[in-house]
């Protein structure tokens, strides 16, 4: 299992009095799911698991009533023994929110019951053209919190490398000390590994498990091939072909010595007034990030 930093923040929520359900955002594939159920696992009694994404039907339990008791019983109907409703026992999986608008709406209804906790994962909240918007966003009843690829520290902690060591690479900074020899060029060594295999953990995972880069390189495709995939189903019809150009152009832009992005390296005579708006789509999906020189 690899170590994320998103735990501890996930502790730090639940033992925060009064909490608030809790989302968590992040691009496809970068773990919210399994990071969730584990978090679940590991510290309630009771787990309660709904995915809107591969069980459409679930929507029909949020359609009506948003009152606790009768969600429970719905839910309860769908998933019989599986789903066990004990108060500050029991943690409510709301996977792939996004997918049922409704479902955030009851956030604030979980809030004010207060009996149990509800943890919700989401891919492309709040993105133009994805499902409907919830016909109330519950503001002052909900904490989001941002959910990434594996950082370096992170594929260093799958690699093996401890916090002992960290803490000496650390040590060497503040003291402003020359790191020893061999510990630097294996941390070289990893920060090319990283660089090639990525954060996202289906590909860690099989790089630690095989060292095959044939395999990650796979893994890597399929991805995007999802990402693209996702620019086809859910964006409008009119912004598809542009959003998709401005994805597949990031590998040019990111290739010239010059690393500002240029809309006319998408298409001859392309503007900012035409693109820009497909450019913050692909953003706000979480598949890539802007990096803004001041």
């Avoid at 998933?79 to 066990?84: D, I």
């Avoid at 503040?174 to 920060?191: D, G």
Wanted: charged fraction near 25%.
């Amino acid at each position: 299992m690899l170590k994320r930093k998103i735990e501890k923040a996930l502790l730090q929520w639940k033992n925060s009095p009064d909490h608030n359900p809790l989302i968590i955002k992040g691009c496809r594939q970068c773990g919210k799911t399994f990071i969730t159920e584990s978090f679940a696992k590991e510290n309630y009694k009771h787990t309660v698991y709904l995915n809107f994404f591969e069980n459409p039907e679930y929507k029909e339990i949020f359609a009506g009533s948003l009152d606790i008791d009768n969600l429970t019983m719905l839910i309860t109907a769908f998933l019989g023994n599986k789903a066990q409703f004990k108060p500050h026992e029991t943690v409510i999986i709301l996977d792939e929110i996004q997918s049922c608008p409704e479902a955030r709406t009851a956030l604030k209804f979980f809030k004010l019951d207060g009996r149990y906790d509800v943890i919700a994962t989401g891919s492309l909240l709040g993105i133009k053209g994805y499902n409907q918007t919830p016909a109330s966003i519950p503001v002052g009843y909900e904490t989001v919190m941002e959910m990434y690829p594996l950082d370096f520290e992170e594929f260093i902690w799958a690699n093996g490398i401890n916090e002992t060591i960290i803490d000496s690479l650390q040590s060497c900074l503040i003291n402003e000390k020359p790191v020893p020899s061999a510990l630097h060029n294996r941390m070289q060594e990893l920060l090319l590994q990283y660089a090639v295999v990525g954060g996202m953990p289906a590909a860690v995972n099989a790089f630690i498990e095989t060292k095959q880069l044939n395999l990650v390189l796979s893994i890597q495709r399929n991805i995007i091939a999802s990402y693209e995939d996702d620019m086809v189903k859910y964006a409008e019809n009119k912004d598809k072909p542009l959003i998709k150009a401005c994805f597949q152009s990031i590998p040019k832009q990111l290739s010239k010595e010059n690393k500002k992005f240029q809309y006319s390296l998408i298409k001859k005579g392309s503007t900012a007034a035409r693109f820009a708006g497909s450019l913050q789509w692909v953003e706000d999906a979480g598949i890539i990030k802007r990096c803004y020189n001041l």
